[in-house]
């Protein structure tokens, strides 16, 4: 991010109370960290994992404009209290692991969907100035529960940025990010590890990945940038896994792609290609 946005944010943030769901997360927990360098007002994080809440509380316990909220978005109670007179929801909330997703689907769409629909409502009554929600490009051409979840969730986002004025509701499409808790390097490391061989599910996979700083800093300057209703898609690196595969291990295992899982990902699809902006460090629909 160049010098002269940094000093736009921060305008922007000045005195601002922000509360980041999912906060204890990869990404959630990184844009907490990464609003620390500015001049909010306030903090908040909520995430229902104990233990992240704890291992960040340890890290951050230097700083006195955060404040804790255990508690999970399918409690429509805890989501009001939280949210209570605070300037910007940042929504990193979601249950995304594929296996568990699958085989899991009503918690899925209990977290995905419903908790999201308790922000809403909260969001409706309280009335913050901006709602962002934290999309994935897995839902281009969605062909699995987990995406089919966050697909629904682009069209409430889009729904309330419509109906419920003057607050501005928009999405943001990240593609994978690293480092990432549950992610395919931290089963690899513990391979590599063990010496044992690193599983890849097909040579021919491909993803797109950005770092997670990277992430975490293009979520923050969207929120000057939206007007609402959009989905901002940052630019990212399409990778072959086997070349980053290879830089972890020669012992190499394929064990077959994964029920729901693509070759390939992509960031929109094609019919949103109709109507995609192009704004040189991201896209914009």
Excluded at 194 to 220: Q, S
Excluded at 252 to 260: A, M, Y
Aim: negative net charge; contains cysteine; glycine residues 6%.
């Amino acid at each position: 991010m160049h010098v002269d946005n940094v000093v736009g944010v921060n305008n922007f943030l000045q005195d601002r109370t922000i509360l980041v769901t999912g906060g204890a997360g990869s990404l959630g927990s990184q844009i907490v960290k990464e609003l620390l360098h500015y001049n909010v007002h306030s903090i908040r994080v909520m995430d229902n994992s104990e233990y992240s809440m704890f291992k960040l509380k340890k890290q951050l316990d230097w700083c006195d404009k955060i404040r804790f909220f255990l508690g999970d978005i399918r409690d429509r109670d805890r989501c009001r209290m939280a949210m209570r007179e605070a300037d910007i929801i940042i929504n990193c909330s979601a249950l995304k692991n594929l296996e568990l997703t699958e085989f899991n689907a009503i918690e899925t769409v209990e977290t995905n969907i419903n908790g999201l629909i308790h922000l809403i409502r909260g969001a409706i009554y309280e009335e913050p100035e901006i709602f962002c929600h934290i999309s994935t490009d897995k839902i281009c051409d969605a062909n699995n529960l987990y995406a089919a979840t966050k697909l629904v969730d682009e069209y409430l986002v889009k729904w309330v940025d419509q109906v419920v004025r003057p607050m501005i509701a928009y999405s943001v499409r990240p593609p994978n990010y690293w480092p990432s808790n549950g992610s395919v390097f931290e089963i690899w490391e513990e391979a590599k590890a063990k010496n044992e061989p690193i599983p890849l599910t097909d040579e021919r996979m491909e993803r797109y990945f950005m770092p997670l700083g990277e992430a975490a800093k293009f979520v923050i300057k969207s929120l000057t940038l939206a007007k609402g209703g959009e989905v901002f898609i940052p630019k990212a690196k399409n990778y072959k896994m086997i070349d980053i595969a290879k830089q972890y291990s020669d012992n190499i295992k394929i064990i077959g792609i994964r029920k729901g899982e693509k070759l390939k990902e992509e960031l929109f699809t094609e019919q949103e290609r109709k109507v995609l902006k192009d704004m040189g460090e991201y896209w914009v629909i």
